[in-house]
């Protein structure tokens, strides 16, 4: 029901985003604790490119990434794997080929050579010109975390922990996610670790037009909710 809720909004070019309060971003990173290091690069977003860089830990031998399919809230496998484009995996500083299942779009293949501790993987995301809810415009953007993200194939995808950051298209560009802020440096938000159930289900609006609403407390935590709108008059709720 959120999410059915915030896509009819966006459609009316304002985006929602209901919050408990509670590193440069392009290029590889050391991993932590075995998480996957996930960097998203959103500065061109209102170009409609986004760009994300991955350090993912491994061990040798072939592995499986996939590109979340079933999303929640649309029950079905609507994940948008046409728009993922320019995936390129490198270990060690070689680039490795990989191939894509002949079966599962979703899913792509490739070599660990013996004694890698990480992959570096990158790719863009291409937003869709039709159909669907806007990725941004001028002046407002609204990130499904299952846009911009690979995975190692899993049983559990809540044991898949994930420490994710964001560039904004600017430092005056402001936010509202679910998601724990550990930093914001000027247009660079960096995120405490999650499990990949939990970043798909906590999506992120940012805008320069924004509106605070407080909502009170719901079990003794406060409760607000974040508007943005293309212009500040749409706010004027």
Known sequence: MHRRLRVSILSALVAFACCFTGPQVGGAQTTRNGAIVLQVDASHVVQGVVRVYETVPVSGGPLTLVYPKWI???????????????LTIRANGATLPWTRDLVDLYAFHVGVPAGTSALDVSFAYLAATAGGSRLAGPN???????????????????????????????????YATALDTVSANGAVLTFAPVSLEMLVDSPLDAGL???????????????????FADTQEQLAA
């Open 72 to 86: 929640p809230g649309t029950h079905g496998p609507n994940g948008p794997i046409a728009n993922l484009g320019g």
């Open 140 to 174: 407002i953007m609204s990130l499904n975390w299952n846009e911009v993200v690979l995975t190692p194939q899993a049983d559990d995808y809540s044991k898949v922990v994930l420490v994710p950051s964001l560039r904004l298209p600017s430092a005056a560009w402001k």
């Open 209 to 227: 037009n924004t509106r605070t609403f407080e909502l009170g407390t719901f079990n003794g935590a406060p409760v607000t909710l974040a508007a």
